[in-house]
């Protein structure tokens, strides 16, 4: 009898020593929020950024697009900057506002349209631009054409960075 009364104590005996599992996962969330919350006290400022959140550096960034085929008067070569706005672009303001929506970290604003994609077979028109420069901090080399509905939703986020094709223009 004595048997049965210890097996079915240690059965339902409430453990008195902590797991070392829940203890290291303890600590390190621990450790974590304490790392972050020392570092959300220190400014963008302190580390050389425009302050921005976005990590992007007080360099000033510098495109060249070109613009062809695009008809209307929007063919052409034109020099933007950003920070602060300006060049012979036909809207810097507009194209650096359009650029910094679209600029988001672990994404590449100029990145090609995935490959293999199912895209609708619609032809947007002959134009086609090539921007060059750098990007927050970054080397950019893209081509743009409206040769499909993925093209053409390529070029459409960028607008007006690119000129504004619209229903009718183009084709």
Known sequence: MSTAISRATARTA??????????RLALGAAASVAALGSLAAVSPAAYGQAGLGDGRSKERD??????RNAGGGADGTFELY?????????????????????????????APAPQGGFCT????????????????????????????????????????????MGAGRGA
């Open 82 to 110: 950003c920070g602060p706005d300006g060049g012979s672009h036909p809207d810097p303001r507009g194209a650096c506002a359009a650029l910094e929506r679209d600029t988001r970290w672990g994404q590449e604003v100029f």
């Open 121 to 164: 077979m619609q032809y947007g028109g002959p134009a086609t631009a090539h921007v060059t420069g750098t990007w927050a901090g970054r080397s950019v080399d893209a081509t743009y054409d409206r040769r499909d509905g993925c093209q053409i939703s390529r070029w459409d986020r960028l607008v007006p960075l690119l000129p504004d």
């Open 62 to 67: 510098h495109l060249t697009v070109t613009v």
């Open 14 to 23: 409430p453990r008195t020593t902590p797991r070392p599992g829940l203890r």
